[in-house]
């Protein structure tokens, strides 16, 4: 599934994508935001203070009964940099 993490403070959007369960995914990046991780996500909240209540997630896509080697690898891999 694809998801947009949007924080209302700096108007700056992150796309990310996940197979797994999108709840555990949310859990992650606020985990790395917490040990200050070098991923985008954690690198925008460190240098900003932030109130969370100012970010938004929203689900761009949702995916279900996709084969494991789908045509979509090209698209895939440029979502991969942007992985959060
Ligand atoms: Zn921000």
């Not at 694809?2 to 709840?23: D, I, N, S």
């Amino acid at each position: 599934m694809v998801y947009l993490l949007y924080c209302r403070e700096h108007k700056t959007m992150y796309v990310g994508e996940t197979k797994r369960a999108f709840k555990t995914r949310v859990d992650e990046h606020f985990a790395n935001i917490r040990h200050q991780r070098a991923k985008p996500v954690s690198n925008h909240y460190k240098n900003r203070s932030h109130v969370r209540k100012n970010s938004e997630i929203y689900i761009l896509e949702h995916i279900t009964g996709v084969p494991e080697k789908s045509q979509n690898g090209h698209r895939q891999r440029e979502r991969e940099e942007l992985d959060l």
